[in-house]
Nanobody, 122 residues
Framework: VQLQASGGGLVQAGGSLRLSCADS????????MSWFRQAPGKEREFVAV????????AYTDSVKGRFTISRDNAKNTLYLQMNSLEPEGTAVYYC????????????????WGQGTLVTVSS
């Protein structure tokens, strides 16, 4: 698995961004996939997760109703649609992959992308 995250940038509060995470390793559909984020001076935190094949998802409470995680196994790509962004959403966003059932703990994940910076201005 080789993950490459993209799509970050500067956006005003209330705006939208879509992050992508492409896997060049070729076994994407075998992995549960998640997004995490790390704000300056804070620990990395779980944002959203999607299961390998049946599309089950879960979100941290602060993004429910605003963020949507999805995947396209044919394109080996994970997405995070972020709407109604808030300044508190400013962080480096990381995609992560693990074999087996999905989970929320960062320690469960075997592979990480390099991160993409999202900055939300007020």
């Amino acid at each position: 698995v080789q993950l490459q995250a993209s799509g970050g940038g500067l956006v005003q509060a209330g705006g939208s961004l879509r992050l992508s995470c492409a896997d060049s390793g070729g076994t994407f559909s075998s992995y549960s996939m998640s997004w995490f984020r790390q704000a300056p001076g804070k620990e990395r935190e779980f944002v959203a997760v999607i299961s390998r094949t049946d599309g089950r998802t879960a979100y941290t409470d602060s993004v429910k109703g605003r963020f949507t995680i999805s995947r396209d196994n044919a394109k080996n790509t994970l997405y995070l649609q972020m709407n109604s962004l808030e300044p508190e959403g400013t962080a480096v966003y990381y995609c992560a992959a693990r074999q087996g059932r999905y989970g929320r703990a960062a320690a469960l994940y075997d592979y990480w992308g390099q991160g993409t910076l999202v900055t939300v201005s007020s």
